[in-house]
């Protein structure tokens, strides 16, 4: 396990008090930014824990794993489970408190999706093989599930590796709450633009039969029930449409800026057979890849509508 690792201690992080997203509480958004700036990851390989089994905890490796969440909102493990098994996942998630599974209608029954290029295999390819995650090509910045309605957001998520590609597939990660920081401290006024109802509106998707999926719009930054910072984006520039102010346009050139440099809070990460991510609803992209066409890249891939529980521990 990596054991470069700093202070504070993660009580520091839960007890910041106020409500840190609102604007008007800037005393409370100060402290908040200070603790968190400090307690950041510095590189990836902070985010990462060994684990013998993920689907098979110890006390340390389910601690180490939210405690990397708590200060970051991901984890990254690494573990030896190499071998093809899709309850893999739904056993991880399940330890660290994830149960509500998304149904995403391209997902298999079981709740899991195979991220794989549609090789014509599955029942599901010919529609799967439309969206971009199931092909080879680079995907960019976004979160999970930004078209779906506030019902079904999506918190937080699992991808576990089963096969990498020959080349290429990094991801590339960054804290959502990073965004918030670098967007307020720019400027408060592009957060305010960023939160309102009408910031992001995703187009309806027009199925054979009529409308598939209704327009969704919403903001970009929400703060959900138990005070915690949701992030809807996508960094596409079809089928997406921004509200049409000078403030909105202003906040998402910056946030487009600070998602292609090199900022020291973007983390990349190329998953190895046996590695995955835990997270929060962070903002990734994928890059291209090339296959092995005998053992073509793999990834399971499980969206929450849960968080992971606010502190590390209790497991015993
Ligand atoms: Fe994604």
């Known amino acids: ?17 106020g409500r840190p997203f609102e604007l008007a509480d800037d005393a409370s958004y ?22 013998q ?32 098994d899709k309850e ?31 090789t ?25 599930g930004y078209y779906h309605p506030k019902a079904r957001r999506i918190h937080a998520m699992i991808l576990h590796c089963v096969r990498a590609a020959r080349e290429g597939g990094e991801n590339a990660l960054m804290d959502h709450e990073m965004a918030y920081i670098a967007l ?3 400027n408060p006024a592009w957060v305010r633009a960023l939160m309102a109802d009408d910031a992001m509106t995703i187009p309806a998707r027009m199925g054979e039969a009529g409308v598939a999926r ?25 089928s997406i449409e921004w509200k049409a102010d000078a403030c909105t346009r202003e906040a998402v050139a910056f946030l487009q800026e600070l998602l292609t440099s090199a900022v020291p809070y973007r ?21 291209a890849f090339v296959d092995d066409p005998v053992r073509p890249r793999l990834l399971y891939r499980a969206r929450y509508l849960d968080r992971l529980p606010a502190q590390a521990g209790g497991r015993g």
Request: proline residues 5%.
């Open 267 to 287: 983390f990349d990460v190329r998953l190895q057979p046996g590695m995955g991510i835990v997270a929060h609803n962070v903002l990734h992209d994928r890059r």
């Open 88 to 118: 893999l996942p739904r056993r991880l998630g399940a330890q660290l408190g994830l149960q509500r599974l998304d149904a995403n209608w391209l997902a298999d029954e079981d709740g899991i999706s195979q991220i794989t290029v549609g």
């Open 30 to 51: 100060r402290h908040w930014r200070e603790v968190k700036l400090q307690a950041h990851p510095r590189c990836v390989e902070d985010l990462i824990v060994d684990v």
């Open 214 to 238: 209704t327009a969704q719009s919403g903001p970009v930054f929400s703060v959900d029930a138990g005070g915690a910072l949701h992030m809807r984006y996508t960094a596409r520039t079809r």
């Open 184 to 186: 307020r401290d720019g």
């Open 120 to 144: 014509g295999t599955s029942e599901h390819v010919s529609q799967a093989a439309a969206y971009i995650p199931y092909t080879n090509s680079a995907i960019k910045w976004h979160t999970d």
């Open 1 to 17: 396990m990596s054991t470069a690792w700093f202070a504070p201690p993660r009580d520091r992080i839960a007890a910041v008090p």
């Open 53 to 84: 089994d993920p689907r098979n905890l110890s006390a340390a490796e389910h601690d180490a794993i939210l405690e990397r969440c708590h200060r970051s909102n991901m984890a990254i493990y690494r573990s030896a489970a190499t071998l093809a």
